[in-house]
T-cell receptor, first 112, second 116 residues
Framework: DQQVKQNSPSLSVQEGRISILNCDYTNSMFDYFLWYKKYPAEGPTFLIS?????DKNEDGRFTVFLNKSAKHLSLHIVPSQPGDSAVYFC???????????FGKGTKLSVIP | ETGVTQTPRHLVMGMTNKKSLKCEQHLGHNAMYWYKQSAKKPLELMFVYSLEERVENNSVPSRFSPECPNSSHLFLHLHTLQPEDSALYLC???????????????FGPGTRLTVL
């Protein structure tokens, strides 16, 4: 059973608009969440993270929101740029666990 | 460039071959990981090493054998693999193991393995 779910396999957004990528989780023990970005033929690259004690973390064009009661997090990219086109993975970590649990990813295409 | 390198980038092997994947990290990290990414599946953690000691083995078949000779190098020795083992194998490293902000994992580019 998947503990981290990214229900949208793909998303297309116009350049300059906002991209919103969603992620749901089922394990209430998860207390740290990360987003990774992956280009073809490269490994995932860490993008932004959030601890469960926060509900928002912002880094430039990227903002992650966490709704613990709904077990939901989202990544907002604004404004979206063509270079943001990649696969985005949501991942989660539980306290004291070595395991980073990943979602299947969402492929974002930013159209010029 | 994440500071984690993997060789080879592509590997084709027969089921009776023996090969090894190599990972090197230049970040001074203490923990290293092997992940497997199969088509349309999430990344699956295979092995975790902390300070050269294995701390996690997620029920991986014995035809995969990891080796961590020092904190900068990690190997995955492969023997008598099956076609279903064809996948992208990713190495990662982190400063430490706990799920705290300074312990994000940095990934290498991966080795694309095809087993014929």
């Amino acid at each position: 059973d998947q503990q981290v779910k990214q229900n949208s396999p793909s998303l297309s957004v116009q350049e300059g608009r906002i991209s919103i990528l969603n992620c749901d989780y089922t394990n209430s023990m998860f207390d740290y969440f990360l987003w990774y970005k992956k280009y073809p033929a490269e490994g995932p690259t860490f993008l932004i993270s959030i601890s469960s004690i926060k509900d928002k973390n912002e880094d430039g064009r990227f903002t992650v929101f966490l709704n613990k009661s709904a077990k939901h997090l989202s990544l907002h990219i604004v404004p979206s740029q063509p270079g943001d086109s990649a696969v985005y993975f949501c991942a989660a970590w539980g306290a004291g666990s070595y395991q980073l649990t990943f979602g299947k990813g969402t492929k974002l295409s930013v159209i010029p | 460039e994440t500071g984690v390198t993997q060789t080879p980038r592509h590997l084709v092997m027969g089921m009776t071959n023996k090969k090894s994947l190599k990972c090197e990290q230049h970040l001074g990290h203490n923990a290293m990981y092997w992940y497997k990414q199969s088509a349309k599946k999430p990344l699956e953690l295979m092995f975790v090493y902390s300070l050269e000691e294995r701390v996690e083995n997620n029920s991986v078949p014995s035809r995969f054998s990891p080796e961590c000779p020092n904190s900068s190098h990690l190997f995955l020795h492969l023997h008598t693999l099956q076609p279903e083992d064809s996948a992208l194998y990713l190495c990662a490293s982190s400063r430490g193991l706990a799920g705290e902000s300074y312990n994000e994992q940095f990934f290498g580019p991966g080795t694309r393995l095809t087993v014929l």
